[in-house]
């Protein structure tokens, strides 16, 4: 039954904006522009997989968490998403000084790819016991996209300082700088990351407890206990 996020997918894209004249200081702090676009894709369905094939796939046994899960009736899988395209302006420090690097833009996406639901073929769609098992499953997706909604000014406000919190790099070799530059990003967001994870645990946790893995399974007359076996 639990809903499982895997590691965070970075995806960086990096745009260097080449000013041709020199500056007449060295590297001067910027105050970039962030946009916080987030990721919510929509839930699908799979209902071709038996209990035991959903059992193996929840990883029953093979985490702390999981090890917990008594019998996965069902399963919400989805990946946490974070996306940016990043725009820094190289300059150059004087006639003969290294060149320098600001950022000036910077559009991140973050949240959840589609969350895929698993429910047994053990169980026909539209039946008491199908829908029992959707109506728990389904509280898992929306609890990952209420908890985005509320902690997307949060996240924001985490980037901003975060940004604000990194030294201009500069260097004599543009590759060189690009990378420097990817590296500080994906730690900010790394970061960020692992923060959002662990609040979500918890909003999963008050979902997955003994009380609510026994009131899907008594529900219908019990026929999902019948049908399903750890």
């Known amino acids: 039954m639990s809903a499982y996020a895997a590691p965070v997918t970075l995806l960086i894209a990096l745009l260097l904006l080449s000013a041709p004249a020199a500056m007449a200081r060295g590297c001067l702090a910027a105050t970039p522009i962030v946009t916080l676009e987030p990721l919510s894709g929509s839930a699908n369905i799979d209902n071709s997989k038996s209990q035991r094939a959903i059992q193996s796939l929840s990883g029953v046994g093979q985490s702390s968490h999981a090890a917990r899960i008594p019998m996965a009736l069902g399963l919400t899988l989805t990946q946490v998403m974070a996306t940016s395209r990043l725009t820094a302006k ?19 996406g973050f949240g959840f790819a589609p969350h895929m639901i698993y429910i047994p073929n053990e169980f026909t769609p539209n039946t008491c016991a199908y829908n029992a098992i959707y109506s728990h499953e389904i509280q898992h997706v929306e609890t990952d996209l209420n908890l985005l909604k509320s902690r997307l000014t949060t996240i924001k406000s985490k980037v901003i300082a975060g ?68």
């Not at 300059?91 to 600001?102: M, N």
């Not at 967001?189 to 999963?204: N, P």
Request: glycine share 8%; net charge neutral.
């Open 90 to 108: 190289i300059e150059q420090t004087g006639w003969a000084g290294p060149k320098c690097a600001t950022v000036q833009a910077l559009t991140i």
């Open 163 to 230: 940004l604000a919190g990194l030294p201009p790099v500069s260097g004599d070799d543009e590759t060189a700088i690009q990378k420097t530059m990817k590296d500080q990003l994906e730690r900010l967001l790394t970061q960020i990351q692992a923060d959002f994870t662990r609040e979500r645990q918890l909003a999963q946790a008050r979902i997955d407890n003994p009380n609510e893995y026994a009131r899907v399974g008594n529900s219908c007359g019990g026929i999902i206990k019948q049908l399903a076996r750890p």
